[in-house]
């Protein structure tokens, strides 16, 4: 069983281009998670899918940022006109219907010149 | 408003010996879960061990085990016989219960570095 698999594992924009990150859950997992790292500091929450809904984005910033976990194919973050300040770590996380755990991503790191 | 305080931001320990790491948290929710997890320097989060408020022993998966005390609200991770592959940063986490269930995103504290010495 693949774990969870996210592409690219880095990626490097200028400022004002678009970003996206893709995120595969494990096989038979149906909750997706998005979180964020900055250096040297823990994951912050940033939304929470299920499969074609946004159950909770609380954490999102308002503007330039979107996610989707359509029926088919991988969950996306996307990050419209990028700034400096996007430049992080980005971890997806998925668990299964009534499982508590979240198995982790080995995470995209953008970096924003 | 749920939080979790990792007090240490960095430990050190002798290869070998046991090392113990601490969390504490705050909730008013009855049901929630304990997580933690570990992060190398290649970057990647790696699950260690889960515990669940309503278990009536700690969790243990082998050479971790979570020292679970509900009265004082603390989660510890205790690793025995400490190797330098351990060497890492370790955070604690809380689900959030917004959703009641299982379901929920996880609420991380800052972490602590843990260094391993030959």
């Known amino acids: 069983n693949a774990g969870v698999m996210q592409n690219p594992r880095h990626l490097v924009r200028r400022r004002g281009q678009e970003a996206r990150l893709r995120c595969s859950p494990m096989k038979g997992h149906s909750h997706v998670y998005w979180y964020r790292q900055l250096p040297e500091e823990g994951l912050k929450f940033m939304v929470y899918l299920q499969k074609e809904n946004i159950i909770d984005e609380s954490g999102m910033p308002k503007e330039r940022f979107s996610a989707e976990f359509p029926k088919e194919g991988p969950s996306i973050l996307r990050i419209q006109q990028v700034v400096r300040g996007d430049s992080a770590a980005y971890f997806c996380a998925s668990s299964p219907p009534f499982g508590e755990t979240q198995y982790f991503g080995p995470g995209t790191r953008l970096l924003v010149l | 408003a749920q939080k979790i305080t990792q007090t240490q931001p960095g430990m050190f320990v002798q290869e070998k010996e046991a090392v113990t790491l601490d969390c504490t948290y705050d909730t008013s929710d009855p049901s929630y879960g304990l997580f933690w997890y570990k992060q190398p320097s290649s970057g990647e989060m790696i699950f260690l061990i889960y515990q669940g408020s309503y278990d009536q022993q700690n969790a243990t998966e082998g050479r971790y085990s979570l020292n679970f005390q509900k009265a004082r609200k603390s989660a510890n991770l205790v690793i025995s016989a400490s190797q330098l592959g351990d060497s890492a940063m370790y955070f604690c986490?809380?689900?959030?219960?917004?959703?009641?269930?299982?379901?929920?995103?996880?609420?991380f504290g800052k972490g602590t570095k843990l260094s391993v010495k030959p």
């Open positions: 986490a809380m689900r959030d219960v917004n959703y009641g269930g299982s379901q929920g995103n996880l609420i």
